[in-house]
């Protein structure tokens, strides 16, 4: 079992940057692929960034690759997400989320989840 809870979001101008970050509780983490996802109001939640557990590999969405970077320290149970040149329609609330049971994209085959965390970016 693995609980996550996210934090770092808030309000930002077009053009700034926010850290999100994702504390994990449970023995496990280490062991787990982990993910980013978001959702917009209305909208179903999407895929942002994944990244492995045992290799520095990495995965973006094409609408967030080169502005934002995924990261894990195994050491200290955390995840962490990178937004820079954020934009109006990076607005959603983001979520945390470990141990994949098939594709790294798909919301429907991550097992455990944070709360999540409101990034609103101003025009």
């Known amino acids: 079992q693995v609980q996550l809870v996210e934090s770092g979001g808030g309000l930002v101008h077009a053009g700034g940057s926010l850290r999100l970050s994702c504390a994990a509780s449970g023995r496990s983490f280490s062991s787990y692929s982990v993910a980013w996802f978001r959702q917009a109001p209305g909208m179903e939640r999407e895929f942002v960034a994944w990244?492995?557990?045992?290799?520095?590999?990495?995965m973006y969405a094409e609408s967030v690759k080169g502005r934002f970077s995924i990261a894990r320290n195994n050491a200290e149970n955390t995840a962490s997400l990178q937004m820079s040149s954020l934009k109006p329609e990076d607005t959603a609330v983001y979520y945390c989320?470990?141990?994949?049971?098939?594709?790294?994209?798909?919301?429907?085959?991550?097992?455990?989840w944070g709360q999540g965390t409101q990034v609103t970016v101003s025009s």
């Open positions: 989320a470990a141990y994949s049971t098939g594709r790294y994209d798909s919301s429907k085959d991550w097992m455990y």
């Open positions: 990244m492995a557990w045992n290799s520095p590999a990495t």
